[in-house]
């Protein structure tokens, strides 16, 4: 993890107690919050303990210099503010986000950036009986999860009522690791029951109605489309493929070394291994929608 960096979003009472238990870890972390410390929040975040309360102090400027005055190796850098569009920007700076805001709206504008700008993200929540993980890499999105909940949304944190256990703790160090290492897989949902301490896991699929990953998206692959002439429409992902994983869903698709061929009905599509599209036959409309579909849970290439 030298080489990795990660974006916190939140320093409540998951958000600290993550920063205190991976310092040293990353090569680079970025704190986001807008709150002023309170002498209440020393109940769940013993993280600001030592806070000198005859002035307003923000949580993320304790945070910075505390930590970096551990002289751990991580630098640490602080945004003293709430996230907002305005802020997806920065995201480019990280490798990974980590939101452990409390609202879902927060929740949203988040997983708007990390879809916009292609960035891995894990959404934290936390309640007296259990803990929720969902992972995101270039896969279903924080929005396909909330379209598709039934009953009560996990929103964040807001009913914690005492410190995050350190058993919680561990777990979610060693699982945003693990996802920063590409061990773990986006659209990865994880609930860990904290009285027995056991995990369920499952996989979520993409919501090909989904606002922001799915329709938002063909919307953004209009910049990949480099010309549309006489030989077909010419489209460039920007990435590698995984050509194997993508022809085995793809009826009908020829794997040529570093090419997958599909031909149907006189239409054709050319795809190579560097991202490169070439359709024949297929309407804009048409390429877009194929495109979203079959690169939006492609896995990328494995050297």
């Known amino acids: 993890m030298e080489n990795k960096s990660i974006l916190v979003i939140g320093a409540g009472a998951v958000g600290s107690a993550f920063l205190e238990s991976s310092q ?16 209440s929040n020393l109940i769940t975040q013993p993280f600001y303990k030592g806070c000198d309360f005859s002035s307003p102090v923000s949580k993320v400027a304790f945070a910075v ?54 960035k891995a993200a894990v959404f934290v929540s936390l309640n007296e009986k259990e803990a929720f993980l969902f992972f995101y890499r270039e896969s279903a999105c924080f929005n396909c999860l909330f379209r598709n909940s039934i009953g009560h949304v996990k929103e ?24 920063a290492s590409s061990k773990i897989d986006g659209g990865r949902i994880m609930l860990f029951n904290l009285s027995n ?5 499952s996989m979520l699929k993409k919501d090909m109605e989904c606002e922001v990953c799915v329709k938002h998206a063909m919307k953004n692959f209009e910049d990949g489309f480099l010309q549309v002439c006489s030989s077909g429409i010419k489209f460039s992902y920007g990435k590698k493929l995984n050509l194997k994983e993508l022809s085995s869903r793809l009826s009908g ?25 070439l359709f024949t036959g297929y309407s804009r409309e048409e390429a877009g929608r194929l495109i979203t579909a079959l690169v939006s849970q492609n896995p990328k290439h494995k050297e």
């Open 156 to 179: 964040g944190c807001e009913s914690i009522v005492s410190a995050p256990k350190n058993e919680f703790v561990s777990f979610l160090k060693e699982n945003i690791i693990e996802f």
């Open 65 to 118: 210099n505390k930590l970096n005055s551990l002289n751990s190796g991580t630098e640490y850098e602080g945004y003293e503010r709430y996230f907002t569009e305005k802020d997806f920007e920065t995201m480019k700076e990280y490798d990974i986000i980590a939101d452990f805001t409390d609202n879902v709206n927060s929740r949203k504008i988040i997983n708007n950036g990390c879809v916009k700008y292609r």
């Open 253 to 277: 698709g020829i794997l040529y070394g570093e090419y997958l061929i599909f031909n149907q009905n006189n239409k054709s599509m050319l795809v190579s291994l560097d991202g490169d599209f």
């Open 197 to 201: 301490k056991r995990v369920l896991s």
């Open 24 to 39: 040293g870890i990353f090569k680079k972390v970025g704190i986001f919050d807008g709150d002023i410390i309170s002498k």
